[in-house]
């Protein structure tokens, strides 16, 4: 996951009033099959969902976290831009292979973090998306050099360098909780608390956005990102949850 990405999907929403929604792009490959181990048929096929996990804006740009996944496997991670209200949006990262991308935050107009995980199937090697250009570009970091299991619960940053993380160690470890501290930004971690027991962190991260909202619509079977005005829930994009099916054929 490099910080100059030449990879881009363009995806369109001509009309919230028209109730359009988005369908985020997807083709099933052999090379996926044989990763996923997927038996799937044309009689029988494999349908592909999106689940998005977290929304925040900066700047006039408005991001979406998540993945793709059948209910068998996690395929692809999913950081989704936004720079014209929700009207287009582009994928600044390339999709990789097993992960998923959850929480998001900006703590200033120039750094933000996405948590990541791999999970093939168990979540291990957690790794956080960093930019420091608004979210123009990213990059991945790993929380540690060797692989392990385990996966970031929640993490919050004070400024652009000061931040803290609880990683969920579930997986293999009688001592599921770790807190860590960063100083630079995410760069490097040093670990200050190992339990038994569910972990907090100094600062409290906030329950939900103040502004902006994801949402389940059960009728329409799409995720609808939604922005608090002063008369309550303003739709801005709705993305439909299945985007595809595997056929066992590459498409």
Not at 150 to 164: A, Y
Request: hydrophobic share 35%; aromatic share 10%.
């Amino acid at each position: 996951m490099n910080a100059v990405r030449n990879f881009a999907i363009l995806l369109c929403l001509p009309s919230l009033l028209a109730a359009e929604s988005i369908r985020i792009p997807y083709t099933c490959t052999a090379p996926d099959m044989d990763a996923f181990g997927f038996t799937c048929t044309p009689e029988e096929p494999c349908p592909v969902y999106a689940e998005l996990a977290a929304v925040d804006a900066l700047a006039g740009r408005l991001f979406v976290t998540g993945n793709l996944h059948t209910s068998s496997a996690t395929m692809y991670g999913l950081l989704l831009v936004s720079e014209d209200g929700g009207k287009t949006w582009t994928e600044p990262v390339k999709r990789d292979r097993w992960s998923a991308f959850e929480l998001i935050q900006f703590a200033d107009l120039q750094h933000g973090w996405v948590s990541g995980v791999t999970i093939q199937p168990l979540p291990k090697d957690p790794f956080l998306l960093l930019t420091s250009d608004g979210g123009k570009t990213w990059r991945a970091r790993p929380l540690f050099e060797e692989s392990r299991f385990g996966s970031i619960q929640q993490f919050w940053f004070d400024d652009g360098k000061i931040g803290e993380l609880i990683l969920d160690r579930s997986q293999g470890n009688i001592q599921r909780y770790e807190r860590y501290e960063s100083q630079s930004g995410g760069e490097s971690w040093e670990t200050k608390e190992v339990s038994n027991k569910p972990l907090k962190l100094s600062t409290p991260r906030p329950k939900e956005n103040p502004t902006w909202r994801l949402r389940t619509d059960a009728p329409s079977k799409t995720f609808r990102v939604e922005q608090r005005t002063s008369s309550g829930w303003s739709p801005t994009a709705s993305f439909d949850i299945h985007v595809g099916d595997c056929k066992g054929t590459e498409e």
